[in-house]
């Protein structure tokens, strides 16, 4: 039986350092995935052994005292090495050569395109029901030369000579516990597997190419800034005629010199003069659908609030309109003429009004005319 001392090539009295180099040295050179064949599998279970007994202090006592005659019993050690694959795989994921697991897969070249977003700007009057937008968008489009084949007509795509079609190469790395062999993506075809000898000379072999191409699209009514609508496949065409990516329209509503919106109602501000708040009036106003007709009642106050009904937005995700909301702003005169100044005095000492006084103080006066609006 072989000693153990001379199967790792050590002296007797050598270190556990020499031993631990030794024994690495040995295991590299040995070891069945980097050296087949039954010599030098039968040899790595000897230097094995030897290294499991002579790398433990108790172990390496009995057998300097003339125990452990059996060359591939005893602890359990190092020797669970045999298994040195079980390292290589926990380390290098099972990437060793020799196993006999399926490879990885060539890469296709067909992928999907990307998504793309577009700025639309809307007026307010756009919101009330929606409208219809021809956008031009800058995307990728299918090659129509070689309609997302990637080659010149008439030509194909060819396997791969160094990777003979897998994708994939395999690539020894020496490291601590030896040589690994590894699987990588081939620099030739780059994981696909095959090679265009004769790309395309419109796309260069993409299948795809740059243009402008119409979008059309109908905005619904009730969207608002900042809202994103999804186009599912109307973004870029992908490499080799992949499907299509998404478009999203992000919405940027505009503001308006004479309404604004309050969730599906419009709001608006008229300016009543002092004898039509006083008698009442019939007024007409341009609303963003159009024409709208409308009484001021005798006695209006400014702050106060005219509901005209179904004349807001259509919402989002419905068909019933909002309101349109006009608040009052009644116009006192500033300048009078001496007839016009008498008239009022005539009329203050017939309606004995009172003195100015503060009135019952509940919010502000600017706070409760935006609350009226909401009400």
């Known amino acids: 039986m072989a000693d153990h001392y001379e199967v790792l090539g050590v002296e007797r009295d050598a270190s556990a350092d020499e031993i631990k180099k030794a024994y690495r040295r040995l295991a590299r050179q040995l070891h069945p995935d980097v050296n087949p064949g039954d010599d030098a599998s039968e040899r790595f279970k000897l230097v094995t052994h030897a290294y499991d007994v002579l790398s433990d202090p108790e172990q390496r006592r009995r057998y300097d005292m003339g125990g452990d005659q059996n060359p591939f019993g005893g602890g359990g050690g190092a020797a669970g090495f045999g298994g040195f694959s079980d390292i290589f795989e926990t380390f290098f994921g099972g990437a060793q050569g020799g196993g006999g697991g399926r490879g990885p897969r060539p890469r296709s070249r067909r992928e999907r395109g990307q998504d793309a977003l577009v700025r639309v700007t809307l007026d307010l009057g756009d919101v009330v029901f929606g409208t219809h937008r021809d956008l031009d968008v800058d995307t990728a489009v299918l090659c129509e030369?070689?309609?997302?084949?990637?080659?010149?007509?008439?030509?194909?795509?060819?396997?791969?000579?160094?990777?003979?079609?897998?994708?994939?190469?395999?690539?020894?790395?020496?490291?601590?516990?030896?040589?690994?062999?590894?699987?990588?993506?081939?620099?030739?075809?780059?994981?696909?597997?095959?090679?265009?000898?004769?790309?395309?000379?419109?796309?260069?072999?993409?299948?795809?190419?740059?243009?402008?191409?119409?979008?059309s699209v109908d905005i619904p009514a009730g969207v608002e800034s900042g809202l994103r609508l999804q186009l599912p496949g109307s973004g870029e065409v992908g490499p080799a005629g992949g499907p299509n990516g998404d478009l999203y329209l992000e919405i940027t509503v505009d503001a308006h010199e004479a309404f604004s919106r309050e969730g599906d109602d419009l709001l608006a501000t008229l300016e009543v003069s002092m004898p039509d708040a006083i008698l009442g009036t019939t007024t007409t106003i341009d609303a963003l659908d159009g024409a709208v007709e409308f009484e001021v009642r005798p006695g209006v106050q400014s702050g106060d609030v005219l509901t005209i009904k179904g004349r807001g937005i259509t919402p989002l995700r419905g068909s019933q309109r909002g309101d349109l909301k006009v608040g009052v702003h009644v116009v006192t005169p500033t300048r009078l003429d001496h007839k016009e100044r008498a008239l009022i005095e005539e009329f203050a000492k017939r309606t004995k009004a009172p003195q100015p006084r503060l009135a019952e103080h509940q919010q502000g006066m600017f706070s409760k005319f935006r609350d009226r609006f909401r009400h």
């Open 145 to 215: 030369t070689c309609q997302g084949a990637c080659t010149q007509p008439g030509t194909s795509e060819v396997t791969c000579d160094i990777c003979h079609g897998s994708g994939h190469v395999q690539r020894t790395v020496r490291s601590l516990l030896g040589n690994v062999v590894t699987s990588q993506p081939c620099n030739v075809c780059h994981g696909h597997g095959t090679t265009i000898p004769y790309p395309c000379g419109t796309c260069q072999g993409q299948g795809r190419v740059r243009a402008r191409r119409t979008v």
